[in-house]
């Protein structure tokens, strides 16, 4: 299926290819918002964009791939699954105008990694205290399932933000199986060294990758996902939600108030 975006005017192909060659974060990001690599994935995003949800008639959405959020220097990254459809895929940024991330960004200021409690929109002024959200998958799913071929082939941008992140980067904190499981591989091919067997997922789950390079290692930190099916259930409360970037405060060295 030959799919030609009609949202991108200059799309980039093959992840694999552009991603090495991004000399720091905000060159990444522009080019994560330009590929086109998955024809399903580029379909359905546009498809969203174009029909809408009512109750956003009246907005444009985004309709791109959605680039990481939050400073270049962070300590803390957290790893998602994919944009929601009428999310991320109609905001432009990681976790906003959802639901889901009604939760995430409450409990990130909570904690003071965030600015403001509320994430509706790029311009709403929130802002991100030493985290960065980024996800395996950069555009929103039909049935928020990307197949295993998207999820490697968008694999390359996870790896070169991680790279470039290395510097500072100290813990990531996975939001869900699906992230775990998509995770572990591009941290092998970053610096890090997985364990065999691998870490297993679940909720304060935690283990320590040592470094290739000599350098610091990092920790990963399992959270549930913020979907609505977990914290309207109660698999996953608020409570629960702070006391994982309190952790993840504290591995980074950082003071937990």
Same mark, same amino acid.
């Given at each position: 299926?030959?799919?030609?975006?009609?949202?991108?005017?200059?799309?980039?192909?093959?992840?694999?290819?552009?991603?090495?060659?991004?000399?720091?974060?905000?060159?990444?990001?522009?080019?994560?918002?330009?590929?086109?690599?998955?024809?399903?994935?580029?379909?359905?995003?546009?498809?969203?964009?174009?029909?809408?949800?009512?109750?956003?008639?009246?907005?444009?959405?985004?309709?791109?791939?959605?680039?990481?959020?939050?400073?270049?220097?962070?300590?803390?990254?957290?790893?998602?699954?994919?944009?929601?459809?009428?999310?991320?895929?109609?905001?432009?940024?990681?976790?906003?105008?959802?639901?889901?991330?009604?939760?995430?960004?409450?409990?990130?200021?909570?904690?003071?990694?965030?600015? $403001?409690?509320?994430?509706?929109?790029?311009?709403?002024?929130?802002?991100?205290?030493?985290?960065?959200?980024?996800?395996?998958?950069?555009?929103?799913?039909?049935?928020?399932?990307?197949?295993?071929?998207?999820?490697?082939?968008?694999?390359?941008?996870?790896?070169?933000?991680?790279?470039?992140?290395?510097?500072?980067?100290?813990?990531?904190?996975?939001?869900?199986?699906?992230?775990?499981?998509?995770?572990?591989?591009?941290?092998?091919?970053?610096?890090? $060294?997985?364990?065999?067997?691998?870490?297993?997922?679940?909720?304060?789950?935690?283990?320590?990758?040592?470094?290739?390079?000599?350098?610091?290692?990092?920790?990963?930190?399992?959270?549930?996902?913020?979907?609505?099916?977990?914290?309207?259930?109660?698999?996953?409360?608020?409570?629960?939600?702070?006391?994982?970037? $309190?952790?993840?405060? $504290?591995?980074?060295?950082?003071?937990?108030?």
């Amino acid at each position: 299926m030959d799919t030609t975006p009609e949202l991108i005017t200059d799309p980039v192909g093959d992840p694999a290819d552009a991603a090495p060659g991004a000399g720091d974060l905000t060159e990444l990001d522009e080019l994560v918002t330009r590929c086109a690599a998955c024809p399903r994935l580029v379909e359905w995003r546009e498809e969203v964009a174009r029909v809408k949800r009512a109750a956003f008639r009246d907005q444009e959405y985004w309709g791109r791939p959605i680039p990481g959020f939050g400073p270049p220097d962070a300590e803390i990254a957290i790893v998602g699954l994919a944009p929601a459809a009428h999310g991320a895929n109609r905001t432009g940024r990681m976790f906003t105008g959802d639901r889901s991330g009604d939760v995430l960004f409450r409990a990130l200021h909570e904690v003071g990694l965030a600015s $403001q409690p509320e994430a509706v929109s790029p311009h709403d002024g929130l802002t991100l205290r030493n985290i960065r959200i980024t996800a395996p998958v950069r555009c929103a799913p039909p049935a928020n399932k990307p197949t295993p071929a998207e999820r490697d082939t968008c694999r390359p941008w996870l790896v070169r933000e991680l790279d470039l992140m290395r510097p500072t980067l100290r813990v990531v904190v996975v939001l869900g199986g699906f992230g775990w499981q998509a995770l572990l591989p591009v941290l092998a091919d970053a610096v890090w $060294q997985v364990p065999r067997p691998r870490p297993k997922f679940g909720h304060l789950a935690h283990a320590e990758l040592p470094a290739t390079d000599g350098g610091t290692p990092l920790h990963l930190l399992g959270c549930y996902h913020v979907s609505q099916q977990n914290t309207f259930t109660g698999k996953l409360t608020p409570k629960m939600l702070r006391e994982v970037f $309190q952790q993840a405060k $504290q591995l980074a060295g950082r003071r937990t108030s």
